[in-house]
């Protein structure tokens, strides 16, 4: 199971484990990139194996969404890759039928 976390320049660690997250070996939680505001995004996968996206903000609050469009079955699903420093975020899903897209979200 992954588990993320952040790292403090004094050296604390915080866990980001997603609420909705799968258990298994290869479920759970992956941030991928942080912003200067201290915005957190990437992916998680649920207990279905489906791809689901997350923002954490610096107070500790995780909103989770999905691009329109994107997959409901295993190996489907959004992906949250990087944010820019006024919370824009790109990513990716990939459709019901398999096929690859593009996003981006607004704040």
């Known amino acids: 199971m992954y588990h993320g976390f952040l790292r403090t320049p004094d ?3 915080t866990t980001i484990d ?19 505001a201290g915005k957190i995004v990437g992916p998680y996968l649920d207990a279905s194996n489906v791809m689901h996206a997350f923002i954490r903000t610096p107070d500790g609050t995780i909103t989770t969404f999905d691009a329109p469009g994107a997959g409901t079955s295993a190996g489907q699903g959004t992906s949250a890759n990087t944010i820019d420093p006024v919370g824009k975020i790109v990513g990716d899903y990939i459709d019901g039928d398999g096929v690859y897209h593009g996003f981006m979200r607004t704040p």
């Open 18 to 36: 997603v609420p909705g997250a799968g258990t298994s070996a290869t479920q759970g939680s992956i941030p991928s990139d942080l912003n200067a």
């Open 11 to 13: 050296g604390r660690f």
